[in-house]
């Protein structure tokens, strides 16, 4: 196989984890963090670090209609009023988060996710996009992205989003066979995604990303073959694959999947290797856990030039930042503080309206939360853990203070997936497929929790 990685190595590590968007994890925050400790974050970092850039994420929760296999934090509707009421919630929001923070900060990354950005008309678009850049500085040259549901788009409003000052695009397309988006209630014909993504290089966005999911209703390694196809013809410059995660206790739009229609372990399995090998052959680099990019995107590059980050929406070629997040559920980062909004738009709305930030959850990291945080990162970006680098970041002595965990990954060295020397540790190309496995040995909140059933499996 061109991913030079065995399907028995892939079924061994194949277990419940986190994603490590954060650590500690989000199940880790706690009600006890208030809305005041974050107003002590931010007032901290006015003091302390204006000059550093922020990251923006603005939640969307609106959807006209449900997919079955989202796990999002989503509002169904096809009311289109309900957006200018959001709107000016939002507006509230960073108006009460400014006061706090001060107007003006440069900000070089900015993502719009949800839901669905694009339920909001284009004349709402507008005016969020400027009531954000009254707020703060959006710096040339930033990434500024939106997730976008093809079929509540035209070429006529890509235009709109170029001219907005988006400048990188995420289409939601999941499987391009027609029995599987009927199964999970998500028609989209492929040759509007086809259209749509060369109207999107014939405007000279930057970067396109393709989300699929393997693991889906109907699928078989035969029609997700298919799909592939169809993927490496359309070429786009990012290509996101995840793995379905069924769990309809925890999300109610799963209940309405069928079961009985769900492909087996190792059907799930071979799709992944097919993937691997697919992505692969057509000339993608495997970023990292789930993300692939061409050799010349900027993702590729950040990589190879060891400027990889991560956060809450996944991979970054930004530097290291705190992230403001806005909206409902949205999660940011401030400092060594992690906070979470309200999860209803009910409970939002109601807090904002009392004139208070609708922070409900969070927390405050310990010395040792960050640096496993640095440990973590560092694998999952880098691929290497150098242990001068953290002994001297944070005054310890690195073979000492994971002498346990370096036995533990005595294992992953016998499978060549990593190289352990005194020196560090080091991903080889093998154990990138399973970096997040790897991680895991790090995170001391997982090692003392064996309940991992509500994490979705890590392949």
């Known amino acids: ?144 992205s939106i997730e976008v549901d093809p079929r509540t788009v035209t070429e006529q409003r890509l235009r709109h989003l170029q001219r907005l000052g988006f400048n990188r695009l995420s289409f939601g397309v999941q499987d391009f066979d027609p029995a599987v988006q009927k199964a999970v209630h998500r028609v989209q014909p492929a040759e509007q995604v086809f259209a749509l993504v060369d109207a999107a290089r014939t405007l000279g966005f930057e970067s396109v ?124 980062r401030v400092g060594a503080t992690y906070s979470q909004n309200a999860k209803t738009l009910d409970e939002y709305v109601d807090l904002l309206d009392q004139g208070r930030l609708p922070i409900v959850r969070g927390l405050a990291l310990t010395r040792d939360d960050v640096l496993r945080r640095a440990v973590i990162m560092a694998l999952m970006c880098q691929g290497e853990l150098l242990f001068e680098s953290i002994d001297q970041g944070h005054l310890i002595d690195s073979r000492r203070y994971f002498a346990r965990e370096l036995e533990a990954l005595e294992d992953f060295a016998e499978q060549g997936l990593v190289n352990v020397t005194d020196s560090g540790v080091q991903v080889t190309d093998r154990g990138w497929y399973l970096v997040r496995a790897i991680a895991m040995v790090f995170d001391r909140h997982l090692q003392a929790d064996q309940d991992r059933a509500r994490f979705s499996r890590i392949l």
């Open 1 to 144: 196989m061109s991913h030079a990685i065995s399907d028995d190595l892939l079924r061994r590590y194949d277990v419940p984890g986190p994603r490590y968007t954060s650590y500690p994890t989000a199940d880790r925050f706690v009600e006890a963090f208030t809305e005041q400790d974050y107003c002590r974050a931010l007032q901290q970092r006015r003091a302390g670090s204006m000059a550093l850039p922020l990251s923006l994420y603005v939640h969307i929760p609106f959807c006209e209609s449900v997919c079955y296999y989202c796990a999002c934090n989503k509002v169904i509707t096809k009311h289109h009023s309900r957006g200018a009421e959001y709107l000016r919630h939002l507006t509230r929001e960073v108006e009460l988060q400014i006061e706090h923070l001060g107007a003006g900060q440069s900000v070089s990354q900015l993502h719009f996710g949800g839901g669905t950005p694009t339920f909001l008309s284009d004349a709402e678009l507008e005016d969020l996009m400027s009531m954000l850049r009254r707020h703060f500085n959006l710096v040339p040259g930033g990434e500024f």
């Open 209 to 332: 990303n393709v989300d699929l999911i393997y693991g889906l209703p109907l699928q078989t390694p035969e029609s997700f073959w298919r799909t592939l196809a169809q993927l490496t013809t359309l070429r786009p410059d990012r290509v996101a694959l995840y793995g379905y995660a069924h769990l309809p206790a925890r999300f109610k739009p799963q209940r309405r999947i069928v079961a009985a229609e769900l492909p087996g372990a190792a059907d799930k399995l071979a799709m992944l290797s097919a993937s691997l090998d697919a992505l692969g052959d057509a000339g993608y680099v495997y970023v990292g856990m789930d993300h692939f990019a061409l050799p010349d995107d900027a993702l590729a590059v950040a990589k190879r030039q060891g400027r990889l980050h991560r956060n809450f929406q996944g991979y970054s070629t930004q530097p290291d930042c705190d992230l403001i997040a806005l909206g409902v559920s949205a999660i940011g």
